[in-house]
């Protein structure tokens, strides 16, 4: 699965790049070699790499080498190139971040505010004041920055 999760990375990046991104598979036919190019007659490259017995990061640096050997890269094209994909996958390898937070609900793990019961109605206070939120003849909608919005 590394081994396609890397291919995808820099095949992106070749593309944003306009490059033609070669065919990646593996192994390669061949015995004892780790990587192999193939020219069809119809112009596609085909780069074969070995994955087994070897550190991945070696793996990873033949597909990055087979896109600027496919593509004729010169050394200032190349070099870009190579930024762009070395780039591309540490983009790929980083796990994904966990979900931002709306806030909790004491008590109830993995609840939001939002999902906080009504407190239902209230008495009115002693000084004879308006009813707060919920007393009867009042509806209540939502909260806004903890704060209730009261509609007669």
Do not use: H, K
Request: a positive charge.
């Amino acid at each position: 699965m590394r081994f396609a999760e890397t291919v995808r990375a820099v095949v992106t990046a070749a593309r944003r790049r306009g490059l033609r991104p070669p065919v990646f598979r593996s192994p390669p036919r061949l015995e004892g070699v780790d990587r192999t190019i193939r020219r069809q007659p119809d112009g596609a490259v085909v780069i074969a790499v070995r994955t087994a017995g070897r550190p991945f990061a070696a793996v990873q640096a033949d597909v990055v080498e087979g896109v600027v050997v496919a593509n004729g890269l010169g050394t200032s094209d190349a070099d870009v190139f190579r930024r762009a994909a070395w780039s591309a996958i540490a983009a790929a390898e980083r796990p994904a971040a966990p979900a931002p937070s709306v806030g909790t609900v004491p008590g109830v793990p993995g609840a939001s505010p939002w999902d906080a019961p009504d407190p239902g109605p209230t008495a009115p206070p002693p000084d004879g004041g308006p009813p707060g939120p919920g007393a009867a003849g009042t509806t209540t909608s939502g909260t806004m920055g903890g704060s209730s919005v009261r509609v007669a």
